[in-house]
Structure formats: C-alpha cells, structure tokens
C-alpha cells in the first residue's frame, strides 16, 4: 500500500489514468509519468495557474467511461491517419505520426525520436512542481519528433503539422530553425470528439536571425479536450510571430511560453478566441524577456456567444533586459449574457528601463459603430456581423502574413462567425 | 418630402426634453437650412430623423413622403432614402471602405428590390464620384475613415451621398472642420446631388456654409422650436445681428 496516497481521486482522475494506461502498448517509456498523473491528480481552483480552469471539475464530463476505455485499447495500435486538407494550398503536410523524413522538403528533416518533454518541471510559475500539460502528453505516450530547418534556408510553403487521432493525438515535436532561416509552422489541431483529451507539446527553437511565423489552427469537434503548450526560444535578432486561433473545442487550454535568449529579438503575438455554448477555453501565456533590446507585442481578442475564456498573460522582464519593450491586450466582445470572460494580466519587472504595458476590455458592440452602418442602410444583424469580423480580422491584418494563408485565417473565422449569429 | 409635426423628443436615458414641438415643412427639391445657437436641438434633430435609439420621441410625428417613419429602423429610414451626414464621422477600424461602400450600397437595393451590383459597376461608381470630390481611390483602401483628416472625413461622407443616391440629406454641421478649399469642394458635390426630386436639410452654425449651398429656406431652431422662418435673407440678418434680436421677437 502506497503511502503517497493523500486524497482519494476524484472519478476524472481515476478515468484519466485508465484512458491512458489503455492508449498503447509500450508502458515502460511512460510507466513514471502515469505514476505521476495518478500521485498528483488534475490540478484545480487552488493551484493558482489553473485558477480559471479547475481541470479536475472540468474535465470529468469530457472523458469517456467504462466501454470507452476498451474502445482506445482496441483502436490503439493501428489508428488510420486523419485526413486533412492543407490549410494553404501548396502546403507539406507532415504527420507527427509519421516515417522520418515523409515529406520533408528541401532544407527540413524530420525525424521520429523518444524524447518526451520533461514534465518535472513547469514553465508555469504559479502550477505544482509537475507540469501538468506535459505530464498527460507523455502518460498519454505522445509520439515525438524532431524537425531541423537549415541554417539560412528559405522555405516557400508552410509546413503542416497534424496530429494523429484516437490514441495517437498526443505529439510532442521539437523544431529547431537555424540562424537565418524563414519558415511557417501551423499546428492543425482539429478531430472529433474522442473519450480522451488529445494534447500537443512543442517545443521551438529560433537561430539567431531567423524569422518563424507559428499558427496554431485549434478547431476540435465541440465535444473534445484539448491540452496544448508551445514553449519558444527566440535567438538574437530573430523574429517569432504566433497566430492562435481557437474555434472548437469543448475544453481546451492552450500555452504559450516564450523566453528570448539573445538581443535584438522581436516577439508578435496574435490570438483570435471564438466561443460559444458551454466551451471552456484558456489562453495562458509568459514572455521572458532576459536580454537587452527586445520588443514583444501581444493582442488577444474574444468573440463570445457562449461559454467561458480565460487569459492569463505574464510577461517577466528580468534585471539585465534593459529597453525592453513589451505590450499586451486582451480584448473581449461579449455578444450574449451567457458567456463570460477572465482576463489575468501580469507584469514582473526588474530591469528600471523598460517599456511595458498591458490592457484588458470587455464589452458589447460600440452602439457609435452600429448606428453609423445601419445609418447607410445596412440593416442591424449585417452590421453587427461586419463588426465583429472587422473586431478579429484586424488581428490577421497585423500580422502580415503570405496572402493566401491570411485568407484561410480569415475564412476559418467567417465560417465560425457565419454559423454562430 | 417631409412634414415634421409637433415633435417632441428626449434622451432616451435620462429622459432630458431636447425637441418642444418642432414644425417643419420641407418640399421636394428644397434645400432648407436650419441655423440655431449651441444646445438648441439642432444635432439632436438630424439623429432623430435618421432613427438613432437614443432618442425617444414623445409626442408628434415625422412624416417622410407622406408616411410616419417613427417606426423605422436607421436602416430601414436609409433604404427608403435618408441620408444623415455626420457632424463626427466614426472610424471604424477592420472595415474596409470599399467593403463597406458595397456592402451599403447593396443592402440598400436588396432592400428597395433591385438587383446587387456588380464589382465592376461599383468600382466604375465608385471612381467617378471620388474623381468629382477629389478623393484618391488610395484612401480608400484604408478601414473606414481610419487615419481620414477632418477634410477627407467630410468628403467620404459626400461620396457616400453621392453613391446612395438618399431622397432625403440630413447634413449636420457638414462645414465644422472644414479650410476654405475643402469647403467649396463639399458645397460643389453637395449642389452636384441638387434635384427636383431630392431635399436638403443643411444645419449650421454659420452662415458662411449657406454662401456656397445656397438654401431655398432658413430656420432658426432655439430651445427645441422653430422660432423664425424666413428666406436666405434671414441667415444674413442672424451673420449681422447674433440670435439675441430674433430670441427676443420670439420670446
């Protein structure tokens, strides 16, 4: 009888465990991390970084019971692949489940490797001494890969990452950029409902000079769980752009942690949450800014017909990042009374030159606005929807993205919009 | 065209009474110009006929071709051909002007029963009308009104009279802001859209703007009346004697 057993788990925790104990064959590389996910249970409201998403009340009628378990050690070994469509046309798409090298182009290898994030320690600075999305990701067996872009290479398309489904939506994938290189990612997280969470773990790494655009398409069945983290390394003068949008799931956290490790580099934040029914969905972000000179720009905005966000934002400015440079802005519409909004911003500072500020806004449709569209003949449910569009696609806009895949962004949020007025 | 009936009105909110009884008459093809000192209704007049909810009429009626319109939307009283051009025009950021130029024109003829227009027929439109205001189509680009001057501002508003072609323009202090060039350049689009068919609505402060739109009517608005009508004469008179003289006759 093991003496570590301090509280009796809660049926969502029970049922996480046997989920993943079921998820595959090969125990022994997650054996201590299914130990751990039983010892320490799911986080909740006491553990200040998942205040706003008590994961261990949440997640329970997410998960699937009894038969489920059986089903995800039936399907385990041999999920068919997700079919996708690229996002951009002219994409490679590169399943995480995947041979080494499937179609890898010029300049970019991919390789299958076992190594799993360390989940003994948090990037969150306020989460338990284990890191809860890494913990899942790796009692889950995630498949991990590692994908290297050239030093100074070009890459002209975007490279798809796709989760496998089923038992196999657990990824854990390191990308490295050499100094120099141009390249964009975009996480295609998106699948039906399945009776376990799916979880993505990345890890990026940006060479000095470099300059990456990251997108991460979240649009899961509105049934699925979905834990997600993306833990950034921006090299001196190097440029790192995220695009986060979130239009599905039913619970989702998504992460993103940023650190730069040189001067000069320039961070740009962007993240569009569209929310409805009874979807739970938390963005929680730090910037570490450790070296002199970098700038960090951060603007999320909320369209709720529905449901519960969560923004926890921390930008740490440590004693030596002297100029730093730093806003965030959380931006919330909120179109129905059924829905409603956490905004968390956090400001750590050491360094006594600085430039940091943050701003969070919750609200309705400026009634100004509305009566000038309608005041041109535009009657009052199409000029709320321009609006809101114009609210989310200036986000887009920002960015200033290739073309075509600013134009998929923006029709992944038309169709949301178009579907929920 | 349009027949304003003791009208009474007040903030929606705070329930403040702004119109004691406006009476007015506007003919078809008239151009009436209603003058009045600060706080007299005058905004709150040209919000009022355009629909604004923030206003609540209380007693009266507007008549537009015969017909109340107090039950109309904004958007509705635009489709059937009321145009306010604002004193403040909004920017709005994310919307396209083009886009909304379109969408606009468009809800308006989807409204009225008449077939969308086509890209190119809008673009041909489009182009005419800024060439006569001298807007550059470059501007257009821009989300609407964003980064606009207070000029550039007053112009799109006259393009987009221009382009939706209103019955019924309600022009709100369209001279505040203005230079002297910017000035002429509105008046002449404003007198370009001048018809047997089409009434206008010019409030002002200043008799200055009437020089250049010369108005078939001037009324003076004070205290939420009509206390003076008269001809264009009587915005010369107000230029040389102040309000003080006619507040007084009416008192």
Known sequence: MSVTELRPRTPAETALVQLAEAAGSDEDARRGAIEALRREGLPHRRVEAWHYTDLRGLMGRRLGKGEAVEAIAANAPGDT?????????GSTVVDLDMAENANAPAGVTIAASSDLADWHESPNHLDRPVDTVRLVNAAFGARAATITVAEKADLTAPV?????????????????????????????????????????????????????????????????????????????DATFKLFLLNAG??????????????????????????????????????????FANTTATET???????????????????????????????NTLLLSEDGDFSAKPELEIFADDVQCGHGATAGEINPD????????????????????????????????????????????????????? | ML?????????????????????????????????????????????????????????????????????????????SGVFLAFQYPLEIPGVATMTFLKTAMNAQRKARGEAELMTPEFIRRVKASAAELKIDMEMLKRPLN??????????????????????????????????IDALKIVADGVNALRSAERSFLVI?????????IVPDTVHVLYKGRIIKSGTKDLALQLENEGYAQIIGEAA
């Open chain 1, 81 to 89: 692949g997700s079919v996708l469509s690229p996002l951009v046309a």
């Open chain 1, 160 to 236: 798809e990452l796709r989760s496998g489904i089923g038992a196999k939506a657990h990824s854990a994938v390191k990308v490295n950029v050499g100094g120099g290189a141009k390249a964009v990612f975009v996480e295609r997280i998106e699948g039906s409902g399945s009776p376990a969470p799916s979880s993505a773990v990345s890890h990026l790494t940006i060479g000095d000079g470099a300059e990456v655009l990251w997108v991460i398409d979240q649009a899961k069945d509105e049934t699925a769980a979905h834990l997600g983290q993306l833990n950034v390394s921006v090299g001196a």
């Open chain 1, 249 to 290: 799931g039913s619970l989702v956290r998504q992460e993103v942690h940023v650190v730069t490790a040189g001067e000069g580099s320039e961070i740009v934040m962007r993240g569009v949450n569209l929310l409805k029914t009874e979807q739970h969905v938390d963005v929680t972000t730090t910037l570490r800014h450790t």
């Open chain 1, 300 to 330: 999320f905005r909320n369209v709720l017909m529905g449901g519960h966000g969560v923004f926890q934002g921390m930008i740490k400015v440590a004693r030596e990042a002297q100029k730093t440079d730093a806003k965030m802005a959380c």
């Open chain 1, 369 to 421: 606005h509305l009566f000038y569209l309608m005041s041109r003949g535009i009657p009052g449910p199409q000029a709320k929807a321009l609006l809101v569009k114009a609210f989310v696609d200036e986000l887009v806009e920002e960015l200033e993205v290739e073309e075509a895949l600013g134009a998929a962004l923006t029709a992944k949020i038309d169709a949301w919009l178009d579907a929920s007025h």
């Open chain 2, 3 to 79: 027949e304003i009936k003791n009208l009474h009105a007040r903030v929606a909110e705070e329930g403040t009474e702004i119109l004691k009884g406006v009476d007015l008459t506007v003919q078809d093809g008239e151009v009436a110009a209603i003058m009045g000192p600060n706080g007299s209704g005058k905004s709150t007049l040209s919000y009022i006929l355009s629909g604004r909810d923030d206003y609540e009429v209380t007693e009266g009626d507007i008549l537009y071709n015969g017909e109340s319109i107090l039950e109309m939307d904004p958007a509705e009283r635009a489709a």
């Open chain 2, 146 to 179: 964003v980064g606009f001057s207070g000029g550039e501002k007053k112009r799109a508003e006259i393009l987009q009279m221009a382009l939706l072609e209103p019955k019924l323009c309600v022009m709100d202090e369209t001279d505040s802001g203005l230079d």
């Open chain 2, 204 to 212: 002002t402060h200043y008799q200055r703007l009437l020089d250049y």
